[in-house]
T-cell receptor, first 113, second 113 residues
Framework: AQSVTQLGSHVSVSEGALVLLRCNYSSSVPPYLFWYVQYPNQGLQLLLKYTSAATLVKGINGFEAEFKKSETSFHLTKPSAHMSDAAEYFCAVASFGNEKLTFGTGTRLTIIP | EAQVTQNPRYLITVTGKKLTVTCSQNMNHEYMSWYRQDPGLGLRQIYYSMNVEVTDKGDVPEGYKVSRKEKRNFPLILESPSPNQTSLYFC????????????FGDGTRLSIL
């Protein structure tokens, strides 16, 4: 069964600094990978998705993620953090063979003024 | 406006009293799913449905039931709720499956005393 590991349940960065949120997956076949964001008291919104068309995926709000098969990683980055980026971020994976969607445990991002 | 609507948004109830959380989508999506979100555990899939009358277990189905009699509706039923089912619940839908971005509802916070 596929699984997703998000390293760091809490990440703090200064406003204007690089944001790096880590996600590693385990899957025996190329997966479908997603990053979602959850703002306080809201549901989840899609940030970006990987579907094998390109290894570097650009999403909304200036975020991007790079798929690295050799490292089984799909880390999320943003060059310059903004106060509005404070939220919880979830990595998720769907694999061939079933229609389950597996989420990581989430990373709460705090932006320091 | 495309949306997934959950009701109620908040509910406090007692152990053993049957309850239903409704979920409705207006996007003609075939795939619908329920998740529970708990601190430190991320989102875990409870049940999903590929189409009318087609449902399947996710990773944490124990204590829950679902039905899919109409394409737009996917209610979550707790026939005998217990305190360990106190959680934040999300319904989501997508056009055809888990490999496509999910559209989430705003969540239902259940407290079972």
């Amino acid at each position: 069964a596929q699984s997703v590991t998000q390293l760091g349940s809490h990440v703090s960065v200064s406003e204007g600094a690089l944001v790096l949120l880590r996600c590693n997956y385990s899957s025996s076949v190329p997966p479908y990978l997603f990053w979602y964001v959850q703002y306080p008291n809201q549901g989840l919104q899609l940030l970006l998705k990987y579907t094998s068309a390109a290894t570097l995926v650009k999403g909304i709000n200036g975020f991007e993620a790079e798929f690295k098969k050799s490292e089984t990683s799909f880390h999320l980055t943003k060059p310059s953090a903004h106060m509005s980026d404070a939220a919880e971020y979830f990595c998720a994976v769907a694999s061939f063979g079933n229609e389950k969607l597996t989420f990581g445990t989430g990373t709460r991002l705090t932006i320091i003024p | 406006e495309a949306q997934v609507t959950q009701n109620p948004r908040y509910l406090i109830t007692v152990t053993g009293k049957k309850l239903t959380v409704t979920c409705s989508q207006n996007m003609n999506h075939e795939y619908m799913s329920w998740y529970r979100q708990d601190p430190g555990l991320g989102l875990r899939q409870i049940y999903y449905s590929m189409n009318v009358e087609v449902t399947d277990k996710g990773d944490v189905p124990e204590g829950y039931k679902v039905s899919r009699k109409e394409k737009r509706n996917f209610p979550l039923i707790l026939e005998s709720p217990s305190p360990n089912q106190t959680s934040l619940y999300f319904c989501a839908s997508s056009p055809t499956g888990a490999k496509q971005p999910q559209h989430f509802g705003d969540g239902t916070r259940l407290s079972i005393l």
